[in-house]
């Protein structure tokens, strides 16, 4: 079985940065893909920045100010966020594609106050 656990969300002003982890562990034989999802309130889960094989996607809304990276070594992924705005307040969760199956972290709150 493959856990993903998140770290790094908060409370911010607008304008600044935080930085989110999240790790995979358990039986970890091949990773495909690792990023990030979000849910704003009300509105639907939708992807944020994902690594497929070293090749990076970000949603419009987020393009120039979160940058995905991975630590390969660790099973990590991360998410640099900076320039927060209030619209980026959301649960983000992390995602991975691990022995060609999915998995979904619990998610971390993010909130930026204007």
């Known amino acids: 079985q493959v856990a993903l656990v998140e770290s790094g969300g908060g409370l911010v002003q607008a304008g600044e940065s935080l930085r989110l982890s999240c790790k995979a562990s358990?039986?970890?034989?091949?990773?495909?893909?690792m990023g990030w999802h979000r849910r704003a309130p009300g509105m639907q889960r939708e992807a944020v920045a994902t690594l497929t094989e070293g090749s990076a996607d970000y949603a419009d809304s987020v393009q120039g100010r979160f940058t995905v990276s991975r630590d390969y070594a660790n099973n990590m992924v991360h998410l640099q966020m900076d320039n927060l705005k209030p619209e980026n307040t959301a649960v983000y969760y992390c995602?991975?594609?691990?022995?060609?199956?999915?998995?979904w972290g619990k998610g971390t709150q993010v909130t930026v106050a204007s």
């Open positions: 358990g039986r970890i034989f091949r990773v495909r893909t």
């Open positions: 995602y991975a594609v691990i022995n060609y199956t999915g998995y």
